[in-house]
Antibody, heavy 122, light 107 residues
Framework: QVQLQESGPGLVESSGTLSLTCAVSGGSMTTNNWWSWVRQPPGKGLEWIGE???????NYNPSLKSRVTISLDKSKNQYFLRLSSVTAADTAVYYC???????????????WGQGTLVTVSS | DIQMTQSPSTLSASIGDRVTITCRASQSISSWLAWYQHKPGKAPELLIYKASSLDSGVPSRFSGSGSGTEFTLTISSLQPDDFATYYC?????????FGQGTKVEIK
């Protein structure tokens, strides 16, 4: 049973770079899945950030594309999120989630990590 | 982007009640809709995919219906474990988008 766990700094300075790691256990990252990030600002809904396939293909939310990089290390069963030039608006709980690749490219998410709160300080 | 609008935002209900949550898409998404349950401090969990298919292990009191732009999640008899926030998500086209959530509270 695949499980995901986020880790990383809980506090990032404004204008800095947010960096998070998602550790994948109980399965391989080379399956037909997209490795994804989703966030939830306090009191708001869920926002999809982006995803990566083990081949290296990435898709990003256009609203964040200029600032986001997702990468993965198959040998360590981990993948990563980097979000640059952060502001208070990037304060959120960040979740990693496995995309189920319906018809290869349509993604719904299962399972999810428990999430990690990242606060951007001014 | 496809906008997903859920109603109501909050729902107060009692144990045993039948509960219905609506999700509307700003354009047709066929049946490419998922529903999730989210409890505070926990990972969101997939309940339903392709609008009406129950994920493995999800109790049969949950059901989903709809296609095109209008969808519903129904809980036939609300149980104590069901008090949570529910989100819909479209996976018809990028970027994947979610509804703003419906919080089911104890009446």
């Amino acid at each position: 049973q695949v499980q995901l766990q986020e880790s990383g700094p809980g506090l990032v300075e404004s204008s800095g770079t947010l960096s998070l790691t998602c550790a994948v256990s109980g399965g391989s990252m080379t399956t037909n899945n997209w490795w994804s990030w989703v966030r939830q600002p306090p009191g708001k809904g869920l926002e999809w950030i982006g995803e990566m396939y083990h081949s290296g293909t990435t898709n990003y939310n256009p609203s964040l594309k200029s600032r986001v990089t997702i990468s993965l290390d198959k040998s360590k069963n981990q993948y990563f999120l980097r979000l640059s030039s952060v502001t208070a608006a990037d304060t959120a709980v960040y979740y990693c989630a496995r995309g189920l690749a319906v018809e290869r490219t349509r993604n719904l998410f299962d399972p999810w990590g428990q999430g990690t709160l990242v606060t951007v300080s001014s | 982007d496809i906008q997903m609008t859920q109603s109501p935002s909050t729902l107060s209900a009692s144990i045993g009640d039948r509960v219905t949550i609506t999700c509307r898409a700003s354009q047709s998404i066929s049946s490419w809709l998922a529903w999730y349950q989210h409890k505070p401090g926990k990972a969101p969990e997939l309940l339903i995919y392709k609008a009406s298919s129950l994920d493995s292990g999800v109790p049969s009191r949950f059901s989903g219906s709809g296609s095109g732009t209008e969808f519903t999640l129904t809980i036939s008899s609300l149980q104590p474990d069901d008090f949570a926030t529910y989100y819909c998500q479209q996976y018809n086209s990028y970027p994947w988008t979610f509804g703003q959530g419906t919080k089911v509270e104890i009446k």
